[in-house]
């Protein structure tokens, strides 16, 4: 099923959706390298806005875990992102807490990262970085809280495994980017060579 139109699809984004999505895709590479953030770069495929923003919203919370087909089928036909993305030695999803899990059932970030490290032959690695602290919700908060909301609520287990490993870091969306600071954070602090964040789109 196309995951913009509902339509019956075998590649999950029809032709018709994936020329008007293909024309408003950003498909950007951003280097943080010389800024604060312990993150070198973001990539992100869409502005948060319109039926991008539906489709992430329906992804989210109404159980239509499906549509991260709709976005692989997509970046898979991006050949600069798909190049960039090779570039890491391990995909990670950003992690959700154990009760945000049972709640939803699935972990939105998971199911793209798992399936892009498949696709493109890349380590995977999941319950490595892990969410220890069920906080407030990131979307509930104002700017200046979000940062100090997720200070230590993440934990690396097994360090030995990112030992000087480029890591990426999936999420869906990146607002203010405090939720991947601090996973990265965690990751330099515990001798990554260095974390990049991929999210689908950016607020
Ligand atoms: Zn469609």
Not at 126 to 152: A, C
Request: hydrophobic share 35%; glycine share 4%; aromatic share 10%.
């Amino acid at each position: 099923m196309c995951g913009f139109c509902g339509k019956l699809d075998k590649n999950s984004l029809c032709n018709k959706c994936k020329i008007r999505i293909q024309k408003n895709a950003i498909c950007k590479i951003e280097d943080y390298r010389e800024t604060s953030s312990y993150f070198d770069e973001h990539i992100y495929l869409f502005q948060y806005d319109g039926e991008v923003r539906d489709a992430i919203l329906n992804y989210k919370f109404n159980e239509q875990s499906h549509i991260y087909r709709t976005f692989l089928e997509f970046i898979k036909n991006n050949e600069n992102i798909c190049a960039q993305i090779k570039k890491y030695d391990i995909i990670m999803p950003i992690p959700i807490s154990k009760k945000r899990l049972n709640l939803r059932g699935y972990n939105q970030s998971a199911l793209i990262a798992r399936n892009l490290a498949k696709v493109l032959n890349i380590e995977y690695k999941e319950n490595v970085l892990v969410k220890i602290i069920d906080n407030k919700p990131q979307s509930e908060l104002g700017q200046h809280e979000r940062s100090t909301n997720v200070k230590g609520v993440y934990k690396l287990k097994a360090p030995r495994n990112i030992y000087q490993k480029k890591i990426l870091l999936v999420d869906d969306i990146f607002t203010t980017g405090s939720t991947a600071n601090e996973c990265a954070r965690v990751l330099k602090e515990n001798n990554a060579n260095s974390v990049g964040i991929f999210t689908i789109a950016k607020d």
